[in-house]
């Protein structure tokens, strides 16, 4: 096998081969380069070849670095990412929003588009840059044209967790300043390490230069008359002394380049931009164009009072828009709920218009190497998820900041010992001057980071000093109770890469000094630093710092058990999203079961909403049209319930939409009395249906249809549902809406019993088998796994053309706007087997679920369901919610 250095110069050199290939790369084309330049080194000899990549002692690949080359180069190269999604307002759509890519963009020298563009080269694949370019030109097409006269736009770009947002924004940022935008203003969270690291990436991405020193795009590419000027650093914020300093003679009247800021999102920060800018101007900027990019803009941005009497940040930010009379404000967030909340009717003489992004909504798609929710918590057999159940001891979920943790659970010392392993075998991979971090998120108050970092740091010194001593030994696992368990773990998560153990274990000797443990929080004593000239290899410990924005370089292991019900600060909590390009195969996530399955139920509704998106999309929709269907989602009740603030109304009108949704008892009372009674409702049910209209094959089961929705109704009064939460505000089941709708809705409904795999089930003259299921067994009720009562082609047995069954496949949305009217889906579960086949110990073997599938999709126009809601209960549980949120770090 070929050193380091030999590999990545080979590697390199094939690279750049490849770059020259216009449009995708298939395999067949890497592969013949790959071919050709074998040939070249047995033509000229390794020793010309090494010459040639100024390389003294080239070494000579074998065919393990062949294949490695091969895999490394696709993973790379063969990459596809479509570009995005549009929805326009209806104002926006009478403007001209092809300003940009039919004539300025032309006319412009895209000076800092393309050299950025010209440095992507060298980390993206070509088709990503490709589908870059797409992508904010079409966001540009839509903030307007700097040169006209007056315009106020405000728009808003949906992207995955992780998945490359800054770097959009960041392409942006030097189209506007091409097009002529003079003031830029990127808004990055409101914590210090965030705006410290997005600064340096638009040092690298736009301005060129660090202190003077080129990088990024900058280097060997940078006119000193074009230099943006740049009024934040690395190391400081825009504060009241560079504000001062920066006034005298500075404006942009007398300055032809563009001027940038990168801002904490904080009161006193806002405060000290405007302040300046009223100095520069007594009246509004007449003649140049600011764009705003508010990353991470539904944390703190949104006005969660009153509309009159808004919040200090909302209120600082449309001041600041309303400064010019030329502004666009693009809100940047992976996690668009809380903008939808967003009166878009709202405007004001003092402040504006309010920070709903009403001219267009722009969602971005995700590459193919994007290593994401869906890969990681709903496809591929969750190998990168790590169940644990051994935390609560040590590390309680509801704790106080007093909490002096004792020891570390078994299971993360477990996963330290992984993340060593993975700095070894990544080594052994070249990969040795990348850098690799570790998460441990566990708490929200700093003292206990503290408390946790030091015996994080006690243990990651005792496997240093053994596997120091005893890694080269060729019987290590034996010397030392140390090694043994980094052996055990290896075998437990890494057995089936490349490398054996001896392997694995020698280089990590050879390595593991160099791993610290590094805290992030407000009070951090030594920082967390990714450095340019040598690799980093951390554990880090922290919590709400890291949950928002912040990127962990080569992130691989990450230790989770915070726990919380709102989709947008989970989902943000997932640090792990992003590229694992090399290595993903070596990333494990350890979390509780109930977090991977809050995930799983997240993920599964938010990919709902970007379904409709697109419906929305094709059928000509506005950002209201969406922001409604937010609002009227049947999982987003808790978030408008919490995200409003109604802590003085006794009662509320709530709106949902069920059309195109499925609705399922994903949670099931365990009371023996209520399992028998739910099983009597649906034998009473099937008991007053008629003959069906269609018998069971092995694999399907029964279906009445046009059942008249009395029978429905009445199956659901007696159906006990599990909880008091008839709203499903945590439950997910929104009975009693389901209730109003078949009381409202004249149809006639469908119903399914259906068949599976288990034991016989008979009633009378039905005849079906049980469907096996597997089951969180908790106090008083049942959990389904992952939270899905029936499979992934349940819906389709009401699909009455044949063709049409087969095309619609296991698209379960596509399935639901072919419905003919809703759809009862009646199921008798039995619990899962073992991994042996055989039943379990005291297995369930008969309880009843039910789903109800609602046709249609995001376009529908039927009417919502609006009931009366009684705070009271509702405002207990968010306020123990409330509770489980706060913190210090």
């Known amino acids: 096998m070929m050193d380091s250095k030999s590999y990545e110069a080979l590697r390199d050199f094939i690279s750049a081969k490849l770059k020259k290939v216009e449009g995708a790369l298939p395999r067949t ?51 596809r990412m479509e570009h995005g999604i549009l929805i326009q307002g209806e104002e926006q759509r009478e403007r001209d929003t092809k300003w940009w890519t039919s004539i300025a963009k032309q006319q412009s020298k895209n000076y800092y588009w393309s050299r950025l563009r010209k440095y992507l080269e060298d980390s993206l694949p070509p088709e990503v840059i490709k589908t870059l370019d797409v992508d904010t030109d079409i966001v540009m097409n839509n903030i307007e044209n700097p040169s006209f006269s007056a315009f106020s736009r405000y728009g808003m770009v949906v992207g995955h967790v992780q998945s490359g947002k800054t770097g959009n924004f960041s392409a942006l940022v030097c189209k506007a300043a091409d097009a002529g935008y003079k003031f830029i203003v990127v808004i990055s969270g409101d914590k210090n390490n965030l705006r410290t690291q997005t600064q340096e990436r638009l040092n690298e991405s736009f301005v060129g230069q660090t202190n003077g020193v080129q990088v990024g795009a900058g280097k060997g590419n940078s006119d000193k008359e074009l230099l943006p000027i740049s009024l934040t650093t690395i190391e400081r914020d825009f504060n009241k002394a560079d504000a001062d300093k920066s006034s005298q003679g500075l404006n942009f009247d007398n300055v032809r380049v563009p001027i940038l800021l990168v801002i904490k999102k904080n009161t006193s920060t806002l405060t000290n931009v405007i302040e300046w800018l009223q100095r520069q101007y007594v009246n509004k900027v007449r003649n140049h164009a600011m764009l705003v990019i508010d990353d991470e803009s539904d944390y703190a941005s949104i006005n969660t009072k009153e509309s009159d009497d808004p919040t200090a940040i909302n209120k600082k ?74 935390w609560d001891g040590d590390l309680p979920l509801k704790h106080k900041s007093d909490l002096k943790p004792a020891k570390l659970p078994t299971s993360l010392l477990h996963a330290i010992r992984c993340f060593t392993l993975v700095t070894s075998i990544r080594n052994l991979r070249g990969q040795a001057s990348k850098h690799n971090s570790m998460l441990i998120h566990a ?54 890469t490349e490398f054996k153990w001896p392997e694995v274990i020698g280089r990590l000797a050879d390595i593991i000094p160099g791993i610290v443990v590094r805290e992030v929080h407000q009070k951090t004593a030594v920082p967390l630093e990714y450095r340019k000239d040598m690799p980093t ?96 989602n049947p999982d987003s009740l808790l978030q408008v319930t919490a995200r409003n603030k109604l802590k003085s109304a006794k009662e509320i009108n709530h709106s949902m939409r069920l059309e195109g949704r499925l609705k399922e008892t994903s949670y099931l009372r365990s009371d023996e009395k209520d399992v028998s009674d739910n099983l009597n409702a649906v034998r009473a049910l099937l008991d007053s249906l008629p003959a069906p209209s269609k018998t069971p094959d092995e694999t399907s089961g029964y279906l009445w249809r046009s059942v008249d929705r009395s029978l429905i109704r009445k199956f659901l009064g007696a159906y006990k549902v599990y909880g008091n939460d008839r709203l499903g505000l945590t439950s997910r089941m929104p009975i009693a809406f389901i209730e109003k709708y078949a009381e409202d809705n004249p149809a006639s409904w469908d119903v399914a019993l259906h068949s599976g795999f288990g034991d016989p089930f008979t009633y009378k003259d039905l005849r079906i088998k049980k469907e096996r299921r597997m089951f969180n067994k908790q106090s008083g009720f049942l959990e389904l ?56 110990e005291n297995a369930l073997q008969e309880i009843a679920a039910f789903g109800v599938s609602f046709p249609g999709n995001a376009a529908s126009k039927s009417e919502t369901i609006t009931l009366r809601i009684n705070t009271v209960y509702y405002q207990n549980i968010l306020r123990e919610l409330e509770e489980s949120e706060e913190s210090d770090d």
């Open 537 to 632: 290899n951390a554990i880090v410990v922290g919590g709400t710092s890291l949950a928002r924005g912040f990127t962990l370089e080569g992130l691989s292991i990450s230790y989770f058990i915070r726990n919380t019900i709102f989709y947008d600060t989970l989902l943000q909590m997932g640090r792990w999203f992003g590229y694992r390009t090399g290595y993903e195969d070596l990333c494990r996530i350890f979390m509780p079961g109930d977090r991977i399955a809050d995930f799983a139920e997240i993920i599964r509704s938010t990919e709902e909403l970007f379904d409709d998106f697109k419906v929305m999309a094709e059928n000509n929709m506005t950002p209201s049209d969406f922001g409604l269907a937010v609002k009227e």
């Open 317 to 390: 930010l449309r001041t600041l828009l309303g400064l010019f009379h030329k502004s666009a404000y693009v809100a940047y967030t992976a996690t668009p709920f809380a903008n939808i909340f967003i009166d878009h009717q709202i405007e004001t003489e003092e402040l504006g218009r309010d920070l709903f992004p009403k001219d267009f909504i722009y969602a971005l798609d995700a590459p193919t190497n994007y290593f994401g929710a869906r890969r990681i918590f709903l496809d591929g057999g969750r190998k990168h998820l790590v169940p644990i159940s051994d």
């Open 29 to 79: 084309k890497i592969i013949e380069e790959i071919e050709n330049t074998s040939s070249l080194i047995q033509t000229v000899t390794p020793e010309m070849f090494g010459k040639l990549l100024s390389l003294d002692n080239f070494e000579t690949p074998d065919e393990s670095d062949w294949q490695k080359l091969s895999r490394d180069l696709e993973l790379h190269f063969d990459v």
């Open 785 to 840: 796994q992952n939270r899905q009562v029936s499979s992934g082609t349940a819906e389709s047995i009401a699909i009455e053309d044949e063709d049409l069954r087969k095309e619609l496949s296991r698209s379960r949305g596509k399935t639901r706007e072919h419905l003919r009217c809703p759809l009862l889906m009646l199921h008798i579960l039995q619990e899962s087997l073992d991994d042996d086949g055989k039943e379990k």
């Open 443 to 496: 708490t929200r108050f700093t003292d206990v980071h503290k408390g946790l970092s030091k015996l994080a740091e006690d243990y990651l010194d005792q496997l240093k000093d053994a596997v120091v001593s005893y890694g080269k030994l060729p019987d290590a696992e034996h010397q030392s109770e140390y090694v043994a368990a980094i052996k055990a773990s290896f075998e437990a998560c890494f057995a089936e």
